[in-house]
């Protein structure tokens, strides 16, 4: 059961889901906004039991990413708490751990040229399946600096006025590994593939598993929406840019050393901030498989 809240700000119609659903029983959940993600308490990710993996699998779906302090996991329990949501992705291009190629690195230091997911995106969404959730275990942090910030793209979706729903129903873009990926992680003796991940998705996507609709276009791998004029689409694209990047819509993390966020790539943004330059940040990304939006 959820009651809606309307409110007016600043030009869009912002709705508020307020859950009213049974108390967590076996985790403790403490919103950061009222829009969009939890810190997750009461719990050891190294030995969750199956009612606390239950109730997170329902704070997930409910607060659209979750996020756990004083973590202290081992690479195989890392890989093991991902896999009770699926089977994991590989990544494209990006690094990871010796003998785990499911275990990404995500790290810049003094020496890096540039820091993992700086800008808008959603994760890999040029695959095909692009990945249902990622799970950044950070164990290493700056002194200050190096917060991610997550936006919520069910609340952007419901924000458009609508005729511009209208609009964008049964549209498609392109989305495309390409720029992102090639010759990206060189600086880690990655080389390129021949060739990186595309694919066409609708604009808006379902949630299977809330079945609420969510916004899927985003800055980092959408290229084009397809059967309309390339300007129109330029001006489209930016328009729903702008309007996603609303703070109304955001959560900020502060990271501490052993924290993990956990994300659901299908209807959450994210944005990873390098202002801690020269200092290092140090961290590995489980990511579980997702399947073909609708
Ligand atoms: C990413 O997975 O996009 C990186 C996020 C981060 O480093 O905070």
């Keep these: 059961m959820s009651d809606s809240i309307h409110m007016r700000h600043n030009g869009p119609r912002?709705?508020?889901?307020?859950?009213?659903?049974?108390?967590?029983?076996?985790?403790?959940?403490?919103?950061?906004?009222p829009m969009i993600g939890a810190e997750i308490g009461g719990v050891d990710l190294a030995r969750p039991t199956n009612r606390q993996m239950d109730e997170i699998h329902r704070a997930l779906a409910e607060h659209c990413v979750i996020f756990f302090r004083d973590q202290h996991l081992t690479q195989e329990q890392h890989l093991d708490f991902g896999r009770q949501f699926g089977p994991l992705h590989l990544h494209p291009a990006a690094p990871h751990e010796p003998g785990h190629p499911e275990l990404m690195i995500i790290t810049a230091d003094k020496d890096s040229p540039r820091a993992n997911g700086e800008g808008w995106h959603s994760d890999v969404s040029c695959d095909e399946e692009?990945?249902?959730?990622?799970?950044?275990?950070?164990?290493?942090?700056?002194?200050?600096?190096?917060?991610?910030?997550?936006?919520?793209?069910?609340?952007?979706?419901d924000a458009l006025s609508?005729?511009?729903?209208?609009?964008?129903?049964g549209l498609r873009a392109l989305h495309d590994g390409e720029d992102n990926y090639r010759g990206t992680y060189a600086n880690f003796g990655v080389q390129d593939r021949k060739t990186y991940p595309r694919a066409l998705h609708p604009v808006v996507r379902t949630h299977?598993?809330?079945?609420?609709?969510?916004?899927?276009?985003?800055?980092g791998f959408t290229r084009r929406i397809m059967d309309i004029p390339a300007d129109e689409s330029l001006g489209i694209l930016a328009y729903l840019y702008e309007h996603m990047a609303n703070p109304l819509f955001q959560c900020r993390f502060r990271w501490q050393a052993n924290s993990i966020a956990f994300w659901d790539n299908r209807c959450v943004q994210h944005r990873a901030m390098w202002d801690y330059w020269p200092h290092r940040r140090y961290g590995n990304r489980v990511t579980v498989k997702g399947e073909r939006p609708v």
């Design 162 to 169: 609508d005729r511009m729903k209208t609009y964008l129903e």
């Design 208 to 219: 299977p598993v809330t079945g609420r609709k969510a916004l899927f276009v985003n800055k």
């Design 130 to 157: 692009p990945p249902l959730g990622s799970i950044l275990y950070v164990k290493e942090c700056p002194p200050a600096g190096g917060d991610t910030i997550f936006a919520n793209m069910y609340a952007a979706y």
């Design 14 to 33: 912002i709705r508020l889901q307020e859950q009213a659903g049974a108390p967590y029983e076996t985790i403790t959940v403490d919103r950061l906004t």
